[in-house]
């Protein structure tokens, strides 16, 4: 271990000195409340269905830095590789068209080969995430077959407040140094509530192996910001004025057909929305939100022998209009009536695509007693390019005692094909050929899964068992030809799989511990199947799991975790299997006044390497061992 081993190590002893205390949370608590699963917030033991919600405590532990470190942590959710160094994640085996993600319940529009790369979603304006796993067509529409991700960022506070963080890491190898700021400013004067949440983030490149023509990691700077007001404009009527943007640079060498290139990408991403809520009476509400979201993304590639440079463009602009009302009705039923208008326009690379969606949904939570609930959903879609389709859901629990819950779901789901699925499809790259294919049909989804949640003072288990059958599943498929010689790049092409299936068991428990320890485990079995060819589906883990084990001294204002990251095995095509890994990661922090606190860790603590097979870009322990320490204030 070297000098610099030893001096950043020591950061995380430094900061264990006895000071002032600081709130930490537990992580599988029921008492939380979540919007994503009914549209409104509900206690989380009220609603029948798999959630986790990942607080802006929970963040801070994990020390992520942007939304892909903090779900590359989360329950049943894994890393997907992608051309383009993207960072996208796949839900319960499903890939991640099929995974929905929101940014404050508004879908964020897609770039380059139709992905949401979540390395633009920077971790400083992020309040929490609600996570709701299964099908959830029935209230989102196209692609929320596996689950819904919801990224709810920073909201205006009471009492004025304004917070400024620094923080610098890099690897053990001297690479991948990353300099981070974040500051903000939130409160409210009269009836206006007001936050303003800003990010930069400058990180240097990595390269393990100099003779490959490639970085493994790539210069990137990301320059983000979120701003809200809300305005009480009478006792019964909330408006809300939002706005988040994001740009993000990177730099790095690429090799593409046996030549050397710099490789230039950049992106912005801006979304704004405008939201109307009123009180109609005592238990009764009207939502009305206009959104609108633009996605620009461009890529250079400027061979350095001098050849004609490769350049690609991608541009969506997506609208949507939305209302709701919510009220409660006879015999226990509360109600949720909407619809929504969606406008997508994109460009991809002189490609032109419109799409336009119409839907209207209902929902019915139902209580009888104390001790069942249910929750009836149906949604109707008209696709401009394929038509009407049909989700139903239901999903029920039943209370058994005080401490155990029993649940259950069915759902059924969609996903349209996309225009770079249709038409454009991936050229040579250093991964693998994707040909398009424009006659691919929508695919459906039946979903099932049964669950329990037991509970006591000090001890949390949560059991459920899911299956995923998808009729027509979009997905690559190996041609079994390849392109080029060295290397040889696996040819895939996008078919429509006549049945295919996920199917696993998730596992989480939590266990307080003498001493301020915490125990928690999140542990996901995986099968998969194509079932024309009885082959394990493309990039699906055969299990996952986070095993933490943390310390909270809130006298001592000092919080601190270990996590072991385990991935299984995955297929990724011509019959090649990629092993699994497990990676630890530390973290620290102390709270040395109300105003400050300092925080230190290390990821990837024994500089283990990821294979590019499981889409760990940019991720924590990409570079290798990463130390980083940082300081927070509260003026």
Known sequence: MRKRDYTLLALLLISSAPLQAEEAESRFTLDETVVTATLA?????????????????????????????????AQSVTLEPTSGRQSVVRMRGLGSSSTLVLLDGVRLPSGFQDKVDLVEIPAG?????????????????????????????????GPSK?????????SRHGEAEETVFEAGVSGSTGSLGYVLAGSFSDKGRFDFDH?????????????????????????????????????VEREGIRSKRNKENDWYNNSDRITGSLELLHELGESSELLLRLSRSEYDWGLKLIPRD??????????QVSTQFEGRWRGKVTGGHIVTAGMEYRADDRIDDGLESEIENLALFLQDEVSIGERFQAVLGLRFDDHSGFGSVFSPRINLAYRVSDLLRLRAAYGEGFRAPTAFELYSGSPYTINRVLIPNSDLEPETSRSWEVGADFRRVGFSLGLTAFRNDIRDMIAEVFTGSYEGTSPKIPVNIMENIADAMTQGLEVSVCLELPGGFELSDELTWLESEDKSTGKDLL???????????????????FNGNVRLVTTGTRSHGAGVKSAGYSMVNLQASKTLTPQVKLSAGVDNLFDRKVEDAYGNVYGPGSAGTFYYGGISLNL
Do not use: C, F
């Not at 910001?225 to 004025?241: E, I, N």
């Not at 001098?306 to 541009?315: C, G, P, Q, R």
């Open 41 to 73: 917030e509900t206690s989380v033991s009220k609603v029948p269905a798999a959630i986790e919600i990942i607080t802006a405590v929970e963040i801070a532990e994990m020390g992520a830095e942007t939304l892909h470190q903090i779900l590359a942590e």
């Open 125 to 157: 304006i992020i309040e929490r995430i609600e996570i709701v796993r299964g099908s959830g067509s029935a209230l989102y529409g196209s692609d929320a077959i596996a689950g819904v991700v919801n990224v709810i960022t920073k909201k205006p506070s």
């Open 162 to 170: 304004a917070w400024l963080s620094s923080r610098y890491g890099e």
């Open 211 to 247: 003779a490959d023509r490639k970085t493994d990691g790539d210069d990137m700077r990301i320059a983000s910001g979120a701003g809200r007001l809300v305005w009480q404009a009478g006792d019964r009527t909330v408006v809300s004025l939002g706005a988040i943007y994001a740009e």
């Open 306 to 315: 001098n050849t004609a440079s490769e350049l690609h463009n991608v541009e």
């Open 539 to 557: 990039y699906v883990p055969d299990l996952s799991n986070v095993l933490k084990l943390a310390w909270r001294n809130k006298p001592a204002g």
